[in-house]
């Protein structure tokens, strides 16, 4: 689809995943439900992507479908020009709640991936991130002592430990206070444009896609549908009361078909 | 709970010992009151429980039930953890395997007697076996359990980092579902314990559930007879509490709601 | 679980093969003592052609159920009253950690020497294995009453009788409901245990005497078979009690 302007990503950008007409249906009571219809786009390399819907639109489905957890009834995803058959860790998924292991310390979790490299190089890395996610002093601390936003950054921690490629994220700071939401906001992009990867973020927070997105695609639901592609053409950092931020923010609410007065 | 105060710290022992000496105050009481010259008051308990410490019979007696325990409950265990997780794991076996054991199950080890004698004879390893019987079963379904109830984020999360199905058992699944083994196996330790005493008292000729019966047979001395029932509840109590101090260990913690 | 036959192939198959294998190592060792399953199977018809097998399943069944009901009866209110009261349970929970522990069985000696041998001996040890897991369960169930309930109830002014009855009742049925399920299988543990050393009939009588009189191991095996049945049966029929809807709000596997 289009190219973003030239603000925030490289001219001329790699293509990382193209979904071609993915559909999935599922069976219920032997009648087939169609849950995703006919998506496709294409995704470059290093962009920041957000899929918004309603909730139970099938988002988590699509992503569930990308990162190689879900067949498609029909249709392909292609990474890097390879279809995608199952789970890698070239792609790692973030959940928005109980994704961290509660039997693990943060130094273990983040660890996690890492059991083939040399020690050195594993603690090496290891404090790395604890650093990058702010949460040191915590590295021998379980996550049951954490809160909310710690183990989501753990989560995301965990996930760059082990150098992927795509970062998916379903709806990743859902279960978060709306105060902690705007830190992890902040925190997650400035882990982006410090490493640079793909992100796939999922959401139902409209804010959220506009202020984080290069691009937002628009599910419709019943089935989901891709209704539309926009491109945030707003520098980072953005300010979320800017007349332009407000306009696209608008144009998301009325492609999701809310009003704009509560 | 209720409206009362909330209690003191002092109180935490104030209220057993009160509760305690009423108990032996009643007993002794019904005991001199009914004027019976067989079933034994507090005091008599309590020298009669010296009298077995002297002798020294006593800790063979609680070595021999003690050890007999730890035999079945760990074959139990080495048996029964591998293929609790196998069932968790394989659903299609689980319910292939799951009716056999349900039948087998609500068998009282005790029926399982005079097998365990033509298997085994008259002798400890009758009796080990029948612990092991009675903590075979709830170890296998606290496996069966605790594997299934792992949330399917976890195994996926294992997935997606590249593990292979042996790590993943290793490293994901056996690590989630080891609060609910804990529990299994305290629950199996605490059934052991029970079946080795019951055991005792028809297949064997030692231990603390010889001891209670013999001391009626030969003799009457009921005050034996107490002095090692409160034994076997004070033992059984330790094994418990050893097994639950398990429970609070970092990296099983998580599992266990922090009861008041 | 509504009697639906589900005849489910696989489990089947699988005992099928048991028994087979059973049949076959029986058969290889011939003038041995362990029956093998088709002497079990006749065994089992000679029990019930005499009616000495609805005999003893009655017998074993009535103990069962005084023992329960009396263990039942006396450990639920109290449970429920001791875990409402922080300093009864301070006083109480000792005492009663020390008694869980013992083996009905060992009271065998008190029991004969307080109720003689016979039906009240065997109820007496019933009583002991129910009433104990019955006390902690009720305790343990009141502990588990979300705060927010109790503040609730507070909050309309109900009176106290009200609010064991709308209140404290709903919230402790589910768990009462699965522990007593438990508590059955354990009586029926206890019963045919108790029925093997203090009474005269009974399927644990049964296992005994046929060994004792001679040597008859089909007749044993016959037994533990109707007991392994019998004790599914009950703790089905009490999984049904708990599906019943005004207890399935709460629940938790098992």
């Not at chain 1, 809160?147 to 978060?176: C, T, W």
């Not at chain 2, 299934?148 to 056996?174: C, E, H």
């Not at chain 2, 609060?179 to 019951?198: F, K």
């Not at chain 3, 362990?34 to 019930?48: F, K, N, Q, T």
Request: hydrophobic share 50%; proline share 5%.
């Amino acid at each position: 689809m289009s190219l973003t302007n030239a603000a925030n990503t490289p001219a001329v950008a790699a293509m990382k995943l193209r979904a071609e007409q993915l559909c999935v249906a599922f069976e219920r009571d032997s009648k087939s439900v169609s849950v995703l219809e006919d998506i496709t786009f294409d995704i470059s390399d290093g962009e920041f992507i957000c899929i918004v819907g309603r909730s139970g639109c099938g988002k988590s489905t699509l992503l569930n479908v990308l990162a190689g957890f879900l067949a498609p009834t029909s249709g392909s995803v292609i990474i890097d020009g390879e279809p995608v058959h199952g789970p890698d860790p070239r792609r790692i998924l973030v959940f928005q709640e109980h994704g961290v292991f509660p039997w693990l310390t943060v130094e273990g979790n983040i660890g996690f991936g890492l059991s083939k490299l040399p020690r050195a190089e594993r603690e090496h890395r290891v404090a790395h991130y604890v650093q990058m996610i702010g949460l040191q002093g915590f590295e021998r601390t379980y996550p049951s002592d954490l809160s909310g936003g710690m183990k989501q950054r753990l989560q995301v921690a965990r996930a760059l430990a082990v150098n992927p490629d795509i970062l998916y994220l379903d709806e990743a700071f859902g279960a978060l206070d709306s105060i902690t939401r705007l830190t992890m906001r902040k925190e997650l992009l400035r882990i982006w444009q410090t490493e640079r990867r793909t992100i796939i973020f999922v959401t139902h927070d409209i804010d959220e896609a506009v202020q984080l997105a290069d691009r937002v695609v628009v599910l419709s639901s019943n089935p989901a549908r891709i209704e539309d592609i926009l491109t945030i053409d707003i520098r980072r950092p953005r300010n979320i009361s800017s007349p332009h931020y407000l306009e696209l923010r608008d144009k998301l609410l009325e492609q999701i078909g809310q009003a704009y007065t509560v | 709970m209720n409206s009362l105060s909330k209690p003191r710290n002092w109180e935490k022992y104030f209220w057993p010992v009160l509760a305690a000496a009423l108990l032996f105050a009643i007993w002794h009481y019904c005991v001199v009151w009914t004027g019976t010259n067989i079933f034994p008051s507090p005091l008599d308990v309590e020298k009669g429980m010296a009298e077995l410490l002297h002798k020294g019979v006593l800790w063979d007696d609680i070595g021999d039930s003690v050890r007999r325990v730890a035999v079945g409950f760990g074959a139990a265990a080495v048996t029964g953890i591998p293929l609790g997780l196998t069932l968790g794991l394989y659903p299609a076996a689980n319910q292939m395997v799951n009716p056999v054991l349900q039948i087998l199950r609500p068998i009282s080890p005790i029926a399982w007697i005079p097998i365990a004698i033509i298997l085994f004879g008259v002798g400890d390893r009758a009796a080990v076996f029948l612990i092991f019987l009675g903590a075979f079963f709830p170890i296998v379904l606290a496996c069966v359990s605790g594997v299934s109830s792992v949330p399917s984020i976890f195994q996926r999360t294992g997935r997606n980092f590249g593990l292979s199905s042996t790590q993943l058992l290793a490293r994901v699944v056996f690590p989630a579902a080891l609060p609910q083994i804990l529990i299994g196996l305290r629950i199996a330790l605490g059934i052991a314990w029970v079946v080795v005493v019951a055991a005792e008292m028809i297949a064997v000729e030692s231990g603390l559930g010889y001891l209670v019966i013999d001391s009626r047979n030969s003799g009457k001395r009921y005050d034996l007879v107490i002095a090692a029932m409160l034994l076997i509840g004070v033992i059984g109590l330790i094994l418990d509490l050893g097994f639950r101090s398990l429970e609070g260990l970092p990296s099983v913690r998580w599992g266990f709601r922090h009861e008041s | 679980m509504r009697l639906k036959l589900h005849v489910q192939p696989r489990p089947l198959l699988f005992i099928g093969v048991l028994l087979i294998c059973w049949q076959i190592a029986i058969n290889r060792h011939p003038g041995q003592l362990l029956p093998g399953p088709l002497s079990v199977l006749r065994a089992i018809g000679d029990l019930m052609h005499s009616g000495l097998l609805l005999k003893y399943i009655v017998a074993s069944l009535f103990r069962v159920t005084w023992g329960f009901a009396l263990g039942a009866s006396l450990g639920i209110p109290l449970g429920l009253a001791i875990g409402w009261n922080r300093r009864a349970e301070m006083a109480l929970n000792p005492l009663i950690q020390i008694f869980r522990p013992i083996s009905p069985l060992a009271w065998i000696p008190v029991a004969i020497l307080w109720f003689g041998v016979g039906d009240m001996a065997a109820v007496f040890l019933i009583f002991v294995g129910c009433f104990f897991p019955l006390l902690l369960t009720a305790m343990s169930a009141v502990h588990n009453i979300p705060a927010l309930y109790i503040d609730a109830g507070r909050n309309f002014g109900l009176s106290p009788f009200a609010f064991v009855s709308r209140v404290l009742y709903p919230a402790v049925a589910p768990q009462l409901v699965v522990g007593m399920r438990i508590t059955l299988g354990i009586a029926w543990l206890v019963v045919v245990a108790a029925e093997m050393i203090a009474v005269n009939s009974g399927l644990g009588f049964l296992i005994v005497d046929a060994r004792n009189a001679g040597n008859r191991y089909d007749l044993v095996v016959a037994g533990m078979v109707i007991i392994g049945a019998i004790g599914l049966l009950l703790d089905l029929g009490m999984r049904s009690l708990e599906r019943v809807k005004s207890f399935r709000w709460s629940y938790s596997e098992d």
